[in-house]
């Protein structure tokens, strides 16, 4: 069997996560339109601007299939896309998703000029690693729910989390050359 990995290619840096999943040995697919959804078995939802990719859900007719298609498979979401999987936002330009039982504060980290890179440990399935993060214009967890498992934190703030299949994240790993939380989605595609 064949497992396409869906990028959501609206705005963002979609190639980037593209190359890494396909060094993991997946097939991928850039998603622009829903129509795309049924050819995928997961999808990662990129960082970028969150009012724009949130805005163009919309304009390509994309938020209710995606939702839709959340309910069957696993998604991951990096910064922006972090933003767009949660419950709340601070942020009135954004219209969320509601996938991850999570609030947050856009730009919670501080704005691009506070943009920082630390080395974090994440609990995988069978250990943990350490990490390289980029944080750019990060937001910030400010709240997780029950059913919402903390993997990785910075300065006692949670930064990677997983729900279900839906693993979200705080930094941009695709831009490390790291593969370790790429690869730790695509278990949960899988399995």
Known sequence: MVVTVGVL???GAFAKHQQIVEQLGFQTLAVRYADELANCSALIIPGGESSTISLQLDNNGLREAVTEFARNHPVMGTCAG???MAQKTDSRMVTTLGLLDISV??????RQVHSFTANITIALDNGSADVPAVFIRA???D???PGVE???SYDHQPVLVRQGGHLGVTFHPELTG???IHDLFLKSVVT
């Open 82 to 84: 972090l933003i767009l």
């Open 105 to 110: 504060s856009r730009n919670g980290w501080g």
């Open 150 to 152: 903390v993997l990785g």
């Open 9 to 11: 290619a609206l705005q």
């Open 178 to 180: 790291d593969q370790s």
């Open 139 to 141: 937001p910030r967890i």
């Open 143 to 145: 709240k997780t729910g």
